[in-house]
């Protein structure tokens, strides 16, 4: 059973550049959720994808968006980057039941926007 | 005021000491995680409690769903335990999960 995968590990864009981070979820998972954590802070919901399909978003702009594949892997897009973007970001896979189940988190990509 | 707060913030203790990290919320909720989190980011799931309490090794996690308070104690403390501990509560009817700051410990030998 192979865990939670994240790409790139690091990443340095500039302002106003687009960037796009990946996360293969936990085998017999179909649902997964992004999380944004700023350095020191506790981890931000972005939103959640079950089966394909956006299912909750938290309090993020249009230009942060996702996808989710037949394979349950999973994306996201941040358009315009700003200097604020920068934080670590995580993918958590877990089964149908969403937060209401075990979440098994991948290692994290750190953005760093200059 | 955040919806979860955890106390203390930072934590330093001997190797061998109990340690007791607290969560309290103001939300509704349906569950609460316990997640540990290691320098570099990587997060493991420790504990998802509704009711009651939960008993892994030397972990224990209670939580008083009318008192709207969570609390994690690690008993026999050892540097390996380390770490920033974070709680996350489900907000009831929601998808999404909460997050404290996180309770930084440092466990000396």
């Known amino acids: 059973e192979t865990g939670v995968t994240q790409s790139p590990t690091h990443l340095i864009k500039t302002r106003g550049q687009q960037v796009t981070l990946r996360c293969s979820s936990q085998?017999?998972?179909?649902?997964v959720s992004w999380y944004q954590q700023a350095l020191g802070q506790g981890p931000q919901f972005i939103f959640q994808?079950?089966?394909?399909?956006?299912?909750g978003r938290g309090n993020f702009p249009p230009r942060f968006s996702g996808l989710q594949f037949p394979n349950y892997s999973s994306e996201l897009n941040v358009n315009a980057l700003e200097l604020d973007d920068s934080a670590l970001y995580l993918c958590?896979?877990?089964?149908?039941?969403?937060?209401?189940?075990?979440?098994?988190f991948g290692p994290g990509t750190r953005l760093t926007v200059l | 005021k955040n919806e979860v707060e955890q106390s203390p913030q930072n934590l330093t203790a001997q190797e061998g000491e109990f340690i007791t990290i607290n969560c309290s919320y103001s939300?509704?909720?349906?569950?609460l995680h316990w997640l540990q989190q290691h320098p570099g980011g990587g997060i493991v799931s420790l504990f998802m409690?509704?009711?009651g309490k939960k008993k892994h090794g030397r972990l224990i996690a209670t939580i008083n769903i009318q008192e709207k308070h969570s609390s994690l104690h690690i008993t026999a403390s050892h540097p390996r335990d380390s770490a920033v501990y974070i709680c996350?509560?489900?907000?009831?009817?929601?998808?999404?999960?909460?997050f404290g700051k996180g309770t930084k410990l440092t466990v000396n030998p």
């Open positions: 958590a896979s877990s089964l149908p039941r969403g937060a209401r189940d075990e979440q098994f």
């Open positions: 085998s017999g998972h179909n649902t």
């Open positions: 994808y079950y089966r394909e399909e956006e299912n």
């Open positions: 939300v509704g909720i349906s569950a």
């Open positions: 409690l509704s009711s």
């Open positions: 996350a509560v489900i907000q009831g009817g929601s998808e999404k999960l909460v």
